[in-house]
């Protein structure tokens, strides 16, 4: 079994770690037959997860963060590859919720030794998505984060902090399965195919990733006080029995904003838009845990 790792060299907080190393430290203890090819710009990771397919190797390993997951697997799509992961990111959502090791030895030792799986994978407005995806102040604070010059848990909390008390909810008008309609106000209106966004903070608790369905979580205002129960619900996985947010199930779903909203896909900012549609394809990727 051939395998690719394909590396992020700009990932992770712990830069003193020379990651390429490891790889071949503990690829070369496992027997693995491996390469390992680094990025060299945005976008790079899915043109060589789809030149590894094509070059025939069994399992691609995404090493970074959840952008870096996102563009191995868009790459491997419809190919008969198989996703890894080497969690090296400030969430690592995906990687959480496949209960895949965190450290590099473990992720290295699991990808070298995979059991294989299909999940299921989302789209919104035409764009891959594995964990999850969203419109509103997730969006809007992703968008921000990109723009704090550090990465980690601590930068992501002071941004979203600060930008709540700028962040305004804006009406939607949303439709599940062509038929169920409703108006509502967006503070948020998440796309779960996996439970959490990262750092376990669970979203979609409930989430299955391999059910063919989308967690849809909306949450229209967010007092001072919601907010903080929102947040010990996102710690504690409890957010769908708090009675602070609203979920439904669906593959398909159509939704028309009163004015632009940002969106995100796997915890990265897109753009902003007033027309959105998410929709499932069941069990499209297959996934080395």
């Not at 203890?29 to 069994?58: C, M």
């Not at 809007?140 to 704090?148: I, L």
Request: hydrophobic share 45%; charged share 15%.
């Amino acid at each position: 079994m051939r395998i690719c790792f394909i590396l992020n060299p700009t990932s992770g907080t712990n830069r003193t770690q020379d990651v390429p190393a490891l790889l071949s430290r503990y690829a070369t203890a496992a027997g693995a037959d491996f390469v390992v090819w680094p990025t060299e710009y945005a976008g790079h990771a899915e043109q060589l997860a789809r030149q590894a397919a094509a070059d025939g190797f069994r399992v691609v390993v995404a090493v970074g963060g959840d952008g870096t997951v996102n563009e191995v697997a868009r790459g491997l799509l419809g190919t008969p590859a198989a996703l890894g992961v080497v969690p090296r990111g400030s969430g690592n959502g995906l990687a959480r919720h496949l209960k895949l090791p965190l450290d590099i030895a473990g992720a290295v030792r699991r990808a070298c030794a995979p059991t294989f799986q299909r999940i299921d994978v989302g789209y919104l407005n035409g764009r891959p998505f594995f964990c999850t995806a969203g419109l509103g102040f997730d969006a809007h604070v992703s968008k921000m984060f990109a723009k704090a010059g550090t990465r980690g848990l601590s930068t992501y909390v002071k941004v979203a902090l600060r930008e709540y008390r700028r962040f305004r909810p804006v009406p939607v008008q949303v439709t599940l399965q062509g038929q169920e309609l409703f108006d509502t106000h967006c503070y948020v209106l998440a796309f779960a195919n996996a439970a959490q966004y990262g750092n376990n903070a669970y979203i979609a608790p409930r989430a299955d990733i391999q059910d063919g369905l989308l967690d849809v979580c909306l949450i229209d205002g967010l007092s001072l006080t919601r907010a903080v129960r929102v947040g010990v619900g996102l710690a504690l996985g409890t957010l769908a029995t708090s009675g602070q947010a609203v979920y439904h199930t669906s593959q398909h779903i159509l939704v028309q904003s009163a004015a632009p909203l940002g969106f995100h896909i796997d915890g990265d900012y897109v753009e902003d838009a007033t027309a959105f549609e998410a929709r499932l394809e069941p069990l499209a990727l297959e996934v080395a845990v």
